[in-house]
């Protein structure tokens, strides 16, 4: 079955710095998300994305962050300047037909910034 | 869009019994969806149920939704161990930005 693939597993970076997380959806699939999850908390949204261009953020999307899909198959996120804040898991996730078709997520990356 | 919110916010349960998570949520939604969380792990999706609908089944997996009360029920019967893991509520309207609630903590005690 396809699956929503998303490296690194895990990242580590120094305040300051930035960092890009990187996705690769399922193919078919049109529409994308990011959403975080600071540990044993909830999954927030941050950004979801549709024809080359954001369609919702979150008040948590600020300046700090970008959404990029440079090809036909990748699908990043950039934290410009990362803050310990930062410091949680990302997910990916894609869907065929946005919110009224189910989301499948990957498996995360654990961004911790020291 | 609106999160839902699930309830409880932690269940313990022995095994082979039924666990009840319900949702609510404040606004009209044209789908209601249950996801689950193992550890550390990525959501799976598990159920859609849309706003015409009123039950749906997936075979242990029971949703109802009460669009006039804003609430829907995830029932999960004769419940293993594996079933231990959270489980999230999400609805879908017209915008694009699924959001979810904090989760009910599924702890199945073999």
């Known amino acids: 079955e396809p699956e929503v693939t998303q490296t690194p597993s895990h990242q580590v970076t120094q305040m300051g710095q930035e960092v890009i997380l990187r996705c690769v959806p399922i193919?078919?699939?049109?529409?994308f998300y990011w959403y975080r999850q600071i540990l044993g908390q909830k999954v927030e949204f941050l950004v979801s994305f549709y024809n080359n261009e954001i369609s919702e953020k979150s008040e948590i999307f600020d300046d700090q962050f970008s959404v990029e899909r440079p090809d036909g198959s990748n699908f990043t996120l950039k934290i410009r300047s990362t803050k310990l804040e930062d410091s949680a898991m990302y997910f990916c996730a894609s869907s065929e037909a946005g919110a009224d078709s189910p989301l499948h997520f990957g498996n995360g990356t654990r961004l911790t910034v020291t | 869009s609106q999160q839902g919110e699930e309830d409880p916010q932690a269940l313990s349960i022995q095994e082979g019994e039924n666990a009840t998570m319900n949702c609510s949520y404040k606004?009209?939604?044209?789908?209601l969806q249950w996801y689950r969380q193992n550890s550390g792990r990525g959501l799976v999706h598990l159920i859609l149920?849309?706003?015409?609908?009123r039950e749906k089944h997936s075979g242990r997996l029971r949703v109802t939704l009460d669009t006039s009360k804003k609430s829907s029920s995830l029932l999960i019967t004769a419940s293993r161990a594996a079933d231990t893991a959270s489980y999230f509520c999400?609805?879908?309207?017209?915008?694009?930005?699924?959001?979810f609630g904090a989760g009910t903590r599924l702890t199945v005690k073999p």
């Open positions: 999400a609805t879908g309207d017209n915008n694009n930005d699924m959001r």
């Open positions: 193919s078919n699939h049109l529409y």
């Open positions: 606004t009209s939604i044209n789908n």
């Open positions: 149920i849309r706003s015409n609908e």
